[in-house]
T-cell receptor, first 114, second 116 residues
Framework: AQKITQTQPGMFVQEKEAVTLDCTYD???????LFWYKQPSSGEMIFLIY??????QNATEGRYSLNFQKARKSANLVISASQLGDSAMYFC???????????FGAGTRLTVKP | GAGVSQSPSNKVTEKGKDVELRCDPI?????LYWYRQSLGQGLEFLIY????????KSGLPSDRFSAERTGGSVSTLTIQRTQQEDSAVYLC??????????????FGPGTRLTVL
């Protein structure tokens, strides 16, 4: 079975500081992809970053980086230099090769304080 | 348009009525997904279309839910005899062929369904 776990329902961070949002996953398939999406209050899901299970290096996209620890089955999102506009729900998701659906975690609500 | 569009943005209906939700994917995207997001929850997969292949309906919660995709483009999700527990945001997403794990899905703004 595939499962995504986000254990932090809510997180607070001071503006300009870095924050790590946790994500662990469970799958027995060696080929999978991990995604992070941002969902602001407007409701739209915004793709942030992708990590493939065979990728040797951690993915980075601007201020977003993914701390991929394959042996621990974790894929934490690191946001550097937080901005007020980063306040949103963040979802970790996984897609296993050959599966049509993407499994999402329950999400973490990030609040950036001025 | 440039992105995935969904209509209506909000739908309020009475228990027992049927509703239709529409999704217009990004032009050229062959894969289309429907998800349901209940209040404060993550996304729940409902159904998947890929080109002209038979859809993957494994996520549909009951036989009251059905979906079709006409001409490989626009999709309609139909909920018959709505129940209060159907109240949620219904999100549609599209992507290029889903042959790999790296298929970024582009989401629409969702339809907020409220069943009274």
């Amino acid at each position: 079975a595939q499962k995504i776990t986000q254990t932090q329902p809510g997180m607070f961070v001071q503006e300009k500081e870095a924050v790590t949002l946790d994500c662990t996953y469970d799958t027995s398939d060696p080929s999978y992809g991990l995604f992070w999406y941002k969902q602001p209050s407007s409701g739209e899901m915004i793709f942030l970053i992708y990590q493939g299970s065979y990728d040797q290096q951690n993915a980075t996209e601007g201020r977003y980086s993914l701390n991929f620890q394959k042996a621990r089955k974790s894929a934490n999102l690191v946001i550097s230099a937080s901005q007020l506009g980063d306040s949103a729900m963040y979802f970790c998701a996984m897609r296993v090769r050959g599966n049509n659906d993407m499994r999402f975690g329950a999400g973490t609500r990030l609040t950036v304080k001025p | 348009g440039a992105g995935v569009s969904q209509s209506p943005s909000n739908k309020v209906t009475e228990k027992g009525k049927d509703v239709e939700l529409r999704c217009d994917p990004i032009s050229g995207h062959t894969a289309l997904y429907w998800y349901r997001q209940s209040l404060g929850q993550g996304l729940e997969f409902l159904i998947y279309f890929q080109g002209n292949s038979a859809p993957d309906k494994s996520g549909l919660p009951s036989d009251r839910f059905s979906a079709e995709r006409t001409g490989g483009s626009v999709s309609t999700l139909t909920i018959q005899r709505t129940q209060q527990e159907d109240s949620a945001v219904y999100l549609c997403a599209s992507s290029f062929s889903s042959g790999t794990t790296h298929n970024e899905q582009f989401f629409g703004p969702g339809t907020r369904l409220t069943v009274l």
